[in-house]
C-alpha cells in the first residue's frame, strides 16, 4: 500500500494500525486515537497521502464497532 521514499511513514502507519485492531476496551480505543491525531500532526509537516488519514479513521471506528459488541 505505501511506496513512499520515508520508510519511517511505512512503519509509523502499520504501527498505528496494529495498535487500533488490538484495542478491546474503551480506554485503549481513546489512546488509539490520540496516537491517530498524533501520526496524522507529525506527518502533516512532511506530507503524506490522504487515503492514509482515511484509512486509519476507518480502521478505528471499524474497532470502536467491534469494541461495542
Known sequence: MLN???PQLGDSYYK???V???C???????GASR????FKILYKK?????????S?????QKQ????QL
Do not use: A, F, W
Open 24 to 30: 478491546k476496551t474503551k480506554n485503549q480505543l481513546e
Open 35 to 38: 496516537m491517530v491525531n498524533n
Open 46 to 54: 512532511v506530507g503524506y497521502p490522504k487515503t492514509l488519514s482515511y
Open 56 to 60: 486509519l479513521d476507518r480502521t478505528l
Open 20 to 22: 487500533i485492531e488490538s
Open 4 to 6: 513512499q521514499p520515508n
Open 64 to 67: 470502536r464497532t467491534i469494541c
Open 16 to 18: 498505528t494500525i496494529s
